[in-house]
């Protein structure tokens, strides 16, 4: 396994991401994915019976949870053990069935068909080469199928970016030493196990790296996937301007989805 993978295996292993429901019991599958197809003018309800879903890279599983919980059958896939147990007690504790669980690295997925809608949020800006590991997932939509993305943002990432490089003063090589350090640099008091999974996440990774919207739309059309829609107010036609806004509002993280054409030989 090339070594950043399993550098980034090696930290969810130690902090499963998001871990919602495994810390605090007020998850509720039957909406949760709301806010994250709200840009699509979709709701959980949306993702019935006869629906192949695939969410790569789904951690924890509260959204692949989601997703299958009004019947659409959902694929959950992630490289991590420990986040995979996590959703699979999450998937039994709501009694959600129509959900499989594997365990790969998303660069040689074990997986034959293709899917209407593929899923794969805050995974790519984490590969070694995000453009790479684009194209392994996009091949697995059908033709006429969605693909939602979620990733950093060059722009909306910049104080985030500023804090990193702050936290790595503080605290040092250790990763609990600068959990700690952004822990009381942020809200002056020790954090709880699910903010040390948010701080974990969000200021001491081992690798991130950041997209603009303006190389993913290229991506897609590389790949003939139609722009649908994006969260944040992204401008398709002017998705540099709709970044540089981002900056001021600290928009770190974005979704945007797009639909495969049905005619296209990728
Ligand atoms: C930030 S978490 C996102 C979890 C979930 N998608 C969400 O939005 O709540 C990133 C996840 O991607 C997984 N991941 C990173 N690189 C991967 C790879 N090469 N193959 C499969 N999963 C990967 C990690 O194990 C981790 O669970």
Redesign the pocket.
């Known amino acids: 396994m090339d070594s950043i ?1 399993c550098r ?2 090696q930290f ?1 292993e130690r902090y ?3 871990s919602l429901a495994h810390f605090r019991g007020r998850y509720d599958p039957a909406r949760h994915s709301d806010r994250i197809l709200a840009h699509l003018g979709l709701t959980a309800r949306d993702f019935g019976p006869g629906q192949r879903i695939l ?6 599983g ?2 692949s949870c989601s997703l299958a919980f009004h019947g659409a059958q959902v694929t959950a ?4 053990r420990a ?1 995979l147990q996590r959703a699979r007690e999450t998937a039994e504790r709501h009694g959600i069935q129509s959900i499989s669980f594997v365990r ?4 040689c997925l074990p997986l034959s068909t293709s899917f209407d809608h593929v ?5 790519l800006h ?2 070694p080469d995000s453009g790479q ?1 684009f194209s392994h997932v996009a091949r697995r939509v059908r033709p006429g199928g969605l693909l939602t993305l ?1 990733l950093y943002s060059v722009f909306g990432k910049l104080v985030d970016r500023l804090q990193r490089q702050l936290f790595f003063c503080l605290g040092g090589r250790d990763q609990e030493n600068r959990i700690e350090a952004a822990a009381r640099f942020l809200q002056g008091i020790p954090p709880s196990d699910l903010e040390r999974t948010y701080l974990a ?1 969000k200021h001491v990774h081992p690798h991130e790296t950041y997209v603009s919207a303006q190389t993913v739309l290229g991506w897609f059309k590389a790949a003939d996937i139609e722009f649908v829609g994006a969260s944040s107010s992204l401008n398709p036609a002017q998705p540099l301007l709709s970044e540089l806004t981002w900056l001021g509002k600290r928009k770190a993280f974005y979704l945007v989805s797009g639909r495969k054409r049905e005619t296209q030989s990728f």
């Open positions: 993978p980034v295996n969810y499963p991401y998001p969410d790569i890279g789904c951690g924890t509260e959204i896939l992630d490289l991590c986040s790969a690295d998303l660069h899923f794969s949020l805050g995974v984490h590969c590991a979620g996440d």
